[in-house]
């Protein structure tokens, strides 16, 4: 969001939403800790290390991360039964073919072997619903009812690589490689490493809400870049915009956001 409000409160920017959530996830943790609530308490940890690092407090993002321990995995429950819990990743990509998997994420390789990570099947007898647009599934996610990860060991490790990088970034790499069997990384150029990083990172998180996040903390460029046309049959052309404006029913019902 470019800003947003909380409980009714006023207009926050989106730095000042992160220390909220900074705020707020502390606060989970001593609750979890006084209830003995590990999963709890661990899911608060990547929560407030992920806010910790979009706010730039790389110190304390790394030392948050470090006390997840390996295997921890919160994932977002869903099912096939109630149209209004569905996942819908897999119903708008491979029930409905309403969206497809952008091109950036078709070829994923490392060391000339496909990422696994991000495992893809091209559908060759149909396009989507414009007739134009290839169709790529997903195969992350199989069924209406699956679960998608809210916060795992290997975002808090992304997290820690990002920050120390070096030699600690580079052995992270290499469990995550070996985890699913791609080769190792060997690198100790700080810029290689780094974006090396941000790769693993869209492999890994693939399809968990992270992608857009990426694109601004790393101020990756745009793809396609704006000014691109769409498709020939759609008109106009991709823009620039890097968040969601607060939605005018939020703004106009809430007594403390002017018009």
């Not at 969206?99 to 070829?107: A, G, I, K």
């Not at 647009?133 to 060991?153: E, H, W």
């Not at 990756?220 to 915009?241: D, E, F, H, I, S």
Request: net charge neutral.
């Amino acid at each position: 969001m470019c800003s947003a409000a909380v409980d009714g409160g006023p207009e926050l920017t989106r730095d000042a939403l992160f220390a909220l959530a900074e705020q707020r996830f502390s606060a989970a943790i001593v609750a979890a800790t006084t209830s003995r609530s590990d999963s709890i308490r661990f899911m608060s940890y990547v929560g407030r290390a992920r806010a910790r690092l979009n706010l730039k407090h790389n110190a304390e993002a790394a030392a948050d991360a470090k006390l997840v321990p390996a295997g921890f995995i919160w994932r977002s429950t869903y099912t096939a039964s109630d149209p209004l819990r569905e996942n819908q990743v897999y119903v708008g990509n491979v029930r409905s073919l309403l969206v497809t998997v952008d091109e950036p994420y078709r070829t994923m390789s490392f060391g000339g072997v496909a990422d696994p990570r991000v495992a893809l099947t091209l559908e060759t007898k149909r396009k989507g619903p414009d007739q134009e647009t290839v169709l790529y599934y997903q195969n992350k996610y199989t069924t209406a009812g699956a679960s998608i990860p809210l916060a795992r060991y290997e975002e808090a490790q992304l997290i820690i690589a990002e920050v120390e990088g070096g030699a600690t970034a580079v052995g992270i790499i290499n469990q995550l490689h070996a985890r699913v069997g791609l080769p190792p990384f060997s690198s100790t150029d700080p810029a290689v490493i780094r974006q090396q990083v941000i790769y693993e990172r869209r492999a890994e998180l693939f399809l968990e809400s992270q992608h857009f996040g990426d694109l601004i903390r790393y101020a990756q460029p745009l793809n396609p870049a704006a000014g691109t046309a769409y498709q020939r049959q759609k008109g106009g052309v991709y823009g620039n915009q890097l968040c969601f404006p607060l939605p005018d029913v939020e703004r106009l019902n809430n007594p403390n956001i002017g018009p």
